[in-house]
């Protein structure tokens, strides 16, 4: 990883190297499988990074067995810390798009359009955050694959702050490095312990925009109803056939139509149809249900109940049901008696020349989770925009910027130098 120079000092791979050199690995997770990891392919990056943090020096280097690449960085001699930190990232790529054969180039934003490649087109019409971003370089799809800076972008920049923190020498706490597997299709701790852990804080690095830190998010539930009618010749169905498919629209219908993703946005939450199937026979929807708010979240909830007991009272009970599991919760709750971790990440932006904002997650993350389960984890920025699509970029400057805001934060926690 490390190459003396002449001049005796250390050269440090950047963060666009390293992120390059992950990206070119496919690891899209995969959310029909039971498997844990959902997909083998994960393992191959997650074997490099075990290795490389091996070679960078890092103790208790192992993987758990759904292909978690967990490391430890000692804390300095002598140094006192404020509790011990870990820095979390994934591996996987949402399995939304093509994360095969991912073709990254440079491009300088000048606010025109930018041809990607197969009819593809990156436009600040379409996508107006790019304003932002103009006068940049940005690493950009040949529009056939998504990029991969969620969340490979995060554990570029994790992994080149530790490799520029040895390098630097300076004082710092102990440091849990922690990269999971299958975070985009909900399962990204599994396999993790918050007591094995022994974390008293964390961050995970999985955020869009620079600059934004995230401590909010959705609470969450998966429903799958079916629907279960009854199916004859269609010459003598009068006052016989119930036609699930057609019930399992109707039972649809009930639910509040402005209550959907494409009419919500900020703190609204949604009941959103995922996909449906069935015939006459028999019938499935699948929603998922968000709210940051936890009273209308159980009202979204309850809503979904109803609409099935209604359309047990039109057609007779037993002909639709419902199987409604919460999935995460809100974390701001656990996270606001820890303010000083939000405070932390203030001041690294700053520090870093980043002007720092804060946004409600219109979704969720492994820190939600793992803040659920005993360890505060607020969200950090990667750099990237567009996450889960063709059109996704990042910056060339965030990727240099993020590992310094990492660093700032390392520091942070040393009481004593």
């Known amino acids: 990883m490390e190459k003396q120079l002449e001049n005796g000092g250390i050269f440090i791979m950047t963060c666009k190297e390293r992120f390059l050199k992950y990206i070119a ?49 000692p804390a300095t001699e002598g140094v006192k810390a404020a509790g011990t930190l870990a820095l979390i990232a994934h591996v996987d790529t949402s399995p939304a798009a093509s994360g095969e054969g991912v073709n990254a180039r440079e491009v300088l934003y000048t606010g025109e359009d930018i041809e990607l490649g197969h009819g593809v087109i990156l436009s600040e019409k379409q996508f107006p955050a790019m304003k932002d971003v ?13 990029l991969g800076a969620d969340d490979k972008a995060g554990v570029a920049e994790i992994m080149t702050a530790v490799e520029k923190l040895i390098a630097s020498g300076a004082p710092h706490g102990e440091l849990r490095i922690v990269f999971t597997t299958d975070e985009e299709v909900g ?36 429903a799958l109803v079916r629907v279960h009618g009854v199916g004859i010749h269609p010459g003598s169905a009068k006052n016989i056939m119930k036609n699930a498919a ?12 402005d209550q959907v993703p494409e009419k919500t946005e900020g703190y609204e939450g949604f009941i959103h149809l995922t996909d449906m199937s069935g015939d006459v026979v028999e019938a499935e929807l699948h929603y998922i249900i968000r709210d940051h708010d936890r009273t209308l979240f159980e009202e979204k909830k309850a809503c979904l109940r109803a609409a099935v007991e209604e359309i047990n009272r039109r057609y007779g009970e037993g002909t639709a049901e419902a199987d409604i599991s919460d999935t995460y919760y809100n974390m701001r709750e656990k996270i606001e008696p820890h303010r000083h971790l939000l405070d932390r990440a203030e001041a690294a932006y700053r520090a870093c020349g980043v002007a720092p904002r804060t946004e409600a997650i ?49 520091g942070s926690f040393v009481e004593n130098v």
């Open 25 to 73: 690995v496919s690891t899209a997770s995969d959310e029909d499988s039971t498997e844990s990891p959902s997909t083998t392919r994960q393992l191959e990056l997650s074997r490099r990074l075990a290795e490389e943090m091996l070679s960078l020096g890092l103790k208790n280097v192992h993987m758990d067995s759904c292909g978690n690449a967990i490391g430890t960085l």
């Open 134 to 146: 103009r006068g940049q370089v940005l690493l950009v799809t040949d529009g056939s694959t998504l």
């Open 187 to 222: 399962r990204g701790t599994e396999g993790l312990d918050v007591k094995e852990l022994a974390c008293d804080w964390g961050y995970t690095v999985d955020g869009g925009e620079l600059g934004v830190y995230e401590y909010e998010n959705f609470n969450a539930a998966a």
């Open 246 to 257: 057609t019930i399992a629209m109707e039972l649809h219908s009930l639910l509040p139509a």
């Open 362 to 410: 219109r979704g969720g993350t492994d820190g939600a989770v793992l803040t659920w389960m005993g360890l505060p984890c607020p969200n950090l920025s990667t750099g990237g925009y567009n996450y889960h699509g063709v059109h996704e970029f990042i910056p060339v400057d965030s990727l240099a910027v993020m590992p310094d805001v990492l660093l700032e934060i390392i």
